[in-house]
């Protein structure tokens, strides 16, 4: 039940189900790419992927100064596939996503460092 619980709540929010829609296009994206997506603080996407990861829906990995995140595996907890699957599904035809998606592709021809360095200045 608590699975449940802590995956139902962190897709109860509209930024998060963004983040889980970019992720299924790239299978990974450095924080900042994602911070670029949303154009939201660098702390709130941060706790948003907090509580994605929390809930078992993400996976992360540190690389130098960058932290990379992607959906997790088939190997997961079979709730968290199935919620990720399900979910992947339903926001392909959301206008909002393929908005995200047009998007996402820019920043991916972005150098990270740049992005990074643009998030400091601001």
Known sequence: MQSVLRITKA??????LRIIMALGESSELCACQIIALLEISGAT???????????GLL?????????HY???D????PMAREALD???HSL????????DIRKL??????DPEMLCQRQRKN
Do not use: E, P
């Open 86 to 88: 399900w979910i992947s």
């Open 92 to 99: 392909k035809i959301s206008k909002k996503s393929r908005k």
């Open 45 to 55: 996407v941060s706790r948003h992927l907090s509580i994605l990861q929390n809930a």
């Open 74 to 77: 088939d190997n997961a907890d």
């Open 105 to 110: 592709k820019t920043i991916l021809k972005t």
């Open 59 to 67: 996976q992360s990995r540190k690389d130098g100064r960058w932290m």
């Open 11 to 16: 897709l109860a929010d509209n930024n998060r």
């Open 70 to 72: 992607r959906l997790v």
